[in-house]
């Protein structure tokens, strides 16, 4: 595809391609792009400019903290990589160049500025759903500083309810990333789409991409060749199932949630999952976790079938470098075509990273770490 097709580069700062005295339509005066995406952080971008022309300063003073910015990239017909707010200005000044970096992030990442200790719930009525805590979390975003930082959430509704949920002394990012990791939810910032929204859901893993080991069939726009691939399937860290212990306040009696391979689902990557295949030689490894605090059984169940679910997530990763494609983002399905019985297959995205050098014999390529819990046994 990009053989065929002229690659377009658009950055927008505060909603125009001109950057103080200089118009950078087309790539002109970029040098550099780097956007990184991932499943479990909001989504960061870089670019570095030329700021000078003819040894006159022409954008240096252009770049503020907080301005917004816009990428947008591809071959043919580019699309939005990544929308944020500039959080860092480096200018680099040497005898006859000037270059400017500005970087930022999504504006989730005001979720990790500042701490906080506060409960939600009375401790008695078990009404507490996670979902809806950090649903307001989120959208409560600023407001002990006395504004709002405008963000919103799509959450998920957990199986359980809590009398209680204590945010102890963490920023608003760390403590919804405590609250996800027990309860089967996600953090996808999609700055692609909205700068301000964050899903909280499991990633929903649309395919967008196959990626060839060699000459791929049909339309290029749904195909890639890989540059380079490296897989790794791994039974360290699987397990026949996790149980999680704990003690019953108030009926004074054990407290015990267990998740097998049943509960590792959705498979992704066809056939049985690398709970099922490492259990199969080399026998019923338990992880018994005792340092959760749980209210009943329920709520230790969910917890450990998350548990379960994300060390399941070890079983295969690759890294693989492919020419550019701006539709690749965290939380997104390739299919690998063509790299044998093991590794082929359907994998998620849980982290991309899209990078743009000016003047490199292929500018712009996409890397992408994947993952998947299930392979033809």
């Not at 952080?41 to 240096?60: G, H, R």
């Not at 480096?90 to 992030?105: Q, R």
């Not at 939600?120 to 996670?130: C, I």
């Not at 049943?262 to 049985?272: D, F, S």
Request: hydrophobic content about 35%; aromatic content about 8%.
């Amino acid at each position: 595809m990009g053989e065929q097709a002229e690659l377009q580069i658009e950055v927008k700062v505060a909603g125009a391609t001109k950057i103080g005295g200089l118009e950078s339509k087309h790539g002109r005066y970029i040098q550099r792009i780097q956007v990184d995406q991932r499943l479990d952080s909001p989504d960061f971008f870089s670019v570095q400019l030329q700021a000078s022309e003819f040894n006159e300063m022409k954008a240096l003073d252009a770049i503020k903290p907080g301005t917004e910015v816009e990428i947008a990239l591809g071959y043919g017909t580019k699309e939005t990589v990544a929308k944020g707010e500039v959080s860092y200005v480096e200018p680099h000044f040497s005898a006859s160049k000037l270059h400017l970096t500005f970087s930022g992030y999504d504006f989730t990442h005001r979720l990790t500025r500042g701490t906080g200790s506060r409960t939600f719930g009375d401790g008695h009525k078990t009404d507490q759903n996670p979902g809806t805590v950090l649903g307001s979390v989120v959208s409560d975003s600023g407001k002990l500083g006395g504004g709002s930082d405008g963000l919103s959430a799509e959450t998920k509704n957990a199986t359980s309810k809590l009398e209680y949920i204590a945010q102890y002394n963490l920023n608003d990012y760390q403590f919804i990333q405590q609250v996800v990791g027990s309860f089967g939810m996600g953090w996808d910032a999609q700055s692609h789409k909205d700068p301000k929204k964050v899903s909280l859901k499991p990633a929903s893993g649309e395919m967008v991409l196959t990626v060839y080991r060699d000459k791929p069939p049909g339309k290029p726009s749904e195909h890639a060749v890989a540059v380079s691939a490296d897989f790794r399937m791994s039974t360290v860290r699987q397990c026949s199932k996790v149980e999680v212990h704990g003690w019953h306040m108030t009926d004074k009696k054990p407290i015990k949630g267990v998740a097998t391979k049943a509960e590792v689902t959705p498979l992704i990557g066809g056939g049985k999952s690398g709970v099922e295949q490492t259990s199969a030689f080399q026998g019923g490894r338990v992880l018994s976790i005792v340092d959760l605090p749980v209210l009943d059984d329920g709520e230790a169940k969910e917890v450990a079938a998350s548990i379960l679910n994300k060390l399941a997530m070890d079983w295969m990763t690759a890294d693989v470098v492919i020419e550019g494609r701006p539709k690749i983002h965290a939380g997104c399905k390739v299919k690998m075509e063509d790299f044998g019985k093991w590794f082929s297959g359907e994998y998620i995205v849980e982290s991309c990273q899209h990078v743009y050098i000016a003047g490199a014999p292929k500018p712009y390529r996409s890397y992408l770490k994947l993952a998947r819990n299930a392979s033809p046994s």
